[in-house]
């Protein structure tokens, strides 16, 4: 039964607001906010199995805080007997969102025993609604919300205080009296300017003030004293043109990936269009023992396999010092997908002047994690090649040197730190190592008869991405198979049906369903259980909507686009995916300090109390996107 709500007595309202103080949002609501609630709360008591809300009972009329006790959630379909679909515990709110979107709720919420709530009415919660912004932005950003709480922590925790240098703002690094020049000015006046500034680069500039171009010393050497140029030749014949630029605001760590990417040590900083600066390597990774821009370019002037393997433990190195510093783990797989693609690039041009297959049409294809660009510490090789035969050559001659190629390129990267593919996909297996054609008809088969084989390979060989070689060979086949994807409705309802066979692991009566893997007691499978929801829900979304791209966030950014869906969910998804992938590579750094194999088992009572409550959050919404694809496709 349900007893009468009971206000909150004058006398308790500090020990209430010092409880509540405990759980988020009411740990950052002004004192006046949060006794001004309190007042108006009553206590409810709801008894085992009794339904507190329902989609039948119209507009949500109050707003639940548990003090104690379980609530259960199931569909509207859902009979007596069936698992629940998700669980609240004390300090959880709710229904937070049919509050804010004014409607019912769409799951029947069951207390599993015995339940108490503080109960605040809907007015009242609108009006403090519009008062409290810690409330608002919980209410209409949780999980990002509480994930800003998990990385102030982390910033205190960091540097003394002082955070990861890479999450600074440009405007905090660029260094001030950058010297400029136009584009007419002499070579001579230049060095005299760069000279008494004591700088090792220059702006030139537009009239306007945007860039023109970037001149280096390292042009200098290349350009002008290699070359045997004049020195009063006008600065336009020896400059960088159209340099890449970075805003302001931009965060330190897209100058370091920029630079990584294009093999550059500088980066023009502009503020509203105008060039403003030079960022150089040395400006980001002063604190750094070894810094990304110049990794990278030892791996694209290693001249061979003994130097590359050196550069791949470099990465090592300054992957794992980044993590520890707290690099947001969209930044770091980003990060480590950068310098394990020049590693592979580079270890495929070795291999390639060796064997001596430049007379071949080729193409080095990425599948898998490496396709997505979303590698962590644990990964091995999942790669393939696509190749066409020289004109008048054989096609099994031709394979048969391709595969030689591909299985010395397999045996290098395992050199360098990458485990050969248990499973075989690799390139050097002549089942992936073929023409267009072949690749053409493996896709159509997989794609007009989906049996387990077929979505077995699916949820590797269609997150593909032309890594190296004849890039439009690769590109070619992404966007072929983008196209003929699309209208496949019974291989996408079996590819979301397959997507939906994964339950995020909450608990019913406590926050999660541990499970021992591998010898690993009471942990969750943060791969299977967490990560890979989102993968495979997003490869379903982009393959339904013709998107060509693998990674899992761009995936569901453009699939959301095309589909039109709320941008809170989208957020929600985001925020989620990068959290799950943070607390992996978080927990596989560990592993690699206390000098164990990495793996992706994390027991929840090693996190720290706001990472669990983030984890809880980050695998309800694993259900969210689930529910998105169960209603997609009326599964």
Known sequence: MNQDARPVGANLVAATVAELRRHAPFDRMAAEHLAWMVERMSLVYHAPGQVVLQPTDGEARHLHVIRSGDLVGFDPEQRAGDTPRWHLGAGDCFPLGALVGRRAVT?????????????????????????????????????????????????????????NPLE????????????????????????????????????????????????????????????????????AEVMTPDPITLDIDALAFEAAATMAEHGFRHVVVTDAGRAIGIIADTDLFAAQQVGVAAVAAAIRSARDLTQLVQCAEQVRVLVRQLGRQGLPAEQLTRLVATLNDH????????????????????????????????????????????????????????????????????EALARCGFPLCEGGVMAGNDRWCLTQDEWRDAFGRWLAEPDGEALLHAAIFFDLRPLTGDLALGEALRDWLAGEARGRAVFLRLLATNALGRTPPLGILKDFSVSDHDGHADTLDLKIDGAAIFVDAARVMALAEGVPRAGTAERIREAAQCRSLAAADVDGWLDAFHFLQQVRLDHQLRCIEDGRVPDNYVAPDDLNTLDRRILREALRQARRIQERLRLDYRL
């Open 343 to 410: 590693i592979t690039v580079r270890v495929v041009g070795l291999e390639a002047e060796a064997a001596q297959v430049s007379d071949v049409r080729y193409c080095w294809l990425a599948f898998g994690s490496e396709g997505r660009r979303e590698q962590t510490f644990a990964t091995d090789q999942d790669n393939g090649l696509v190749f066409e035969a020289p004109p008048g050559a054989a096609l099994e001659s031709a394979r048969s040197r391709m595969l030689a190629f591909a299985r010395g390129v397999n």
């Open 107 to 163: 799951s029947r919420y069951v207390a599993s025993g015995d339940l108490f709530c503080f109960r605040l009415p809907a007015e009242d919660f609108h009006a403090l609604l519009a008062a409290s912004p810690p409330l608002r932005d919980f209410a209409t950003q949780r999980l990002a919300t509480l994930l800003l709480d998990s990385r102030r922590s982390l910033r205190r925790e960091s540097f003394d205080g002082g955070g």
């Open 168 to 235: 600074r703002r440009l405007r905090d690094v660029v260094p001030g009296g950058t010297v400029a020049c136009r584009a007419a000015d002499t070579l001579r006046d230049v060095l005299r300017a760069m000279q008494g500034a004591r700088a090792d680069s220059i702006l030139v500039v537009h009239d306007d003030g945007t860039a023109h171009g970037i001149f280096t010393l390292r042009d200098l050497r290349d350009r002008v004293v290699l070359g045997g140029r004049d020195a009063d030749i006008a600065i």
